[in-house]
């Protein structure tokens, strides 16, 4: 074996979306699986393996391997976690129509098989759909697979395209026109999270008074022209070529999606992950994906390839990526507050409180409140 087919090796290996083992408490009825798959998937033998992604806070998503006639097809699970779950999140009815009805207007898109709402069959409602043949890209590159300074521009480049995309396609031909209400989008928006922070609070994380008291006086109106948003988008909701890894297959976890203000989008997803390299150590800690090397856009050069694009003036973006820290430890709140009250025992969630007061002091240091 030559040096170059063990580094391509290790590399087939390294860029592989992992799974684990399904942890205990967060089985599937794999007769109930089998039984669904029957009907939704062309060729089905009956041969299933049911594996786990360690991935993701909030939904719970499995890999199916399901044997067919003309091999084996890979499919994914999403259904609603376990415990409470705060009202209008977690709607994978949302996912799956959005997804069915983006099929030949947004291009990264999976296909989907199948989808229910009939608690008797799970005790939740939720769906399958294709997995696509790519990776998902964590808080680092693969050691050995870090990209130069251009190629990263490129990938850098290409995630904002494809959020651009997505602002730009037209919902009312997409059949999309009744998802959502974008008339006081905001407006909702801001009284909706901090509405859910008082839900979610515990004893042991404070209260950030004097943040949502500054979101509260400066919130923007709406802009003028509204879009389909998705909400979470960021690096570990995309999927990567992995060849062409500055290519993006893919775009997951729509659960958020929506129609609204798409500049509330712009700055609750990718000017709020977006971690820099002389960021403050305490977003460094944070950091959910590679945004801090060398080529990356800094959220300065995002704007304005954002805006250059949509032809869109923005002059101060700091209320939208203010409200998306906060919104973050909001998020990060709901999680840890399952946890705080045992109702997930899935041991990362254990730091997620302290993770959300970080947050909100670092949007209270950048706006002065």
Known sequence: MTAETIKNAVKDKIVEDKTNAVREGEELDQTLIRSVLNDSLEGFTGELEVRQFPGGASNLTYLLRAGTKTGTDELV??????????????????????????????????????????????????????????????????????PDESSATRLSTNLVDTLIDLHNVDYEAANLADFGKPEGYVGRQVKGWVGRLEKALTDDVPKPTKLIRWILDNQPVDFHQPAIIHGDFK???????????????????????????????????????????????????????????????????????????RGIELDDYRFYRVFGL???????????YRFYHKQTSNPKFAQFGVMADLLCKVAEREVGA
């Open 235 to 309: 690096f570990d909701n995309v999927v990567l070529d992995k060849q062409k890894r500055e290519t993006i297959l893919g775009v997951l976890d729509w659960e958020m999606a929506t129609l609204g203000d798409p500049l509330l989008d712009l700055g609750s997803t990718l000017l709020t992950y977006t971690v820099e390299a002389d960021d403050c150590d305490e977003l460094q800690l944070i950091r959910m994906g590679p945004t801090q090397l060398p080529g990356m856009l800094s959220r300065d050069e995002i704007v304005h390839r954002y805006c250059t694009q």
């Open 77 to 146: 699970l999403r259904r609603p976690p376990f415990g409470t779950k705060p009202k209008g999140g977690h709607d994978m009815g949302r996912e799956y129509n959005i997804l069915n009805k983006l099929q030949g207007h947004f291009k990264q898109i999976p296909e989907t098989l199948f989808y229910t709402d009939d608690d008797a069959l799970m005790g939740c409602e939720f769906y399958i759909m294709r997995r696509l043949d790519g990776f998902i890209l964590r808080r680092n590159f693969p050691e050995g697979l870090e």
């Open 326 to 336: 906060f919104r973050l430890a909001v998020i990060v709140q709901q999680i840890y």
